[in-house]
Structures are given as C-alpha cells and as structure tokens.
C-alpha cells in the first residue's frame, strides 16, 4: 500500500476545513496519489480556490499530488 504525506496550508476561512486543532498548517497522510480536486474533496472545500503545488501556481484542478508536495490554498478575490 502506497502512503503519501503532503504539507498542506489552508489560508483564511479555508483553515477551518482542516482537523481540528491544527492552525491553518498540517501535514496530511493519504493511501494513494490524488488529484488537487480529490484533495479538496476530501477536506470538505466545496468553493473555488486558487492553489500553488511547490511553489508552481499554473496548475489545474487535475494535478496528481505526490508525496511530500507542498500544497498552499487561498480563496479566490472577488469584488468590484
């Protein structure tokens, strides 16, 4: 069995949709690789957010997530 661990940073409101007790920054294990939309998925984000995979911003929803990636999300900017 394949176990990934990814660094994951939730940003504003987001962090709330991590495991309780942790602020905003924890590292989460999964079974097997997924992709950033199964990552959201997972964590219960059902809004549209914007995300950086080590670093690297031009990235689809699509993205395989590999272990040890770092996975930084923001809520997106809306306004007028």
Known sequence: MLVIKLNV????????HLPEGE?????LEFEDTLTFKELTKKLGIRR???FAVNGEHDLDDTHV?????????F????GG
Request: aromatic content about 4%; overall charge negative; cysteine-free.
């Open 23 to 27: 602020k905003g920054k924890t590292i």
């Open 48 to 50: 549209r957010v914007n």
């Open 9 to 16: 940073q939730l940003f504003g409101i987001l962090a709330d």
């Open 65 to 73: 997530l590999n272990d040890g990636d770092e996975v930084l999300v």
């Open 75 to 78: 809520s997106t900017v809306s």
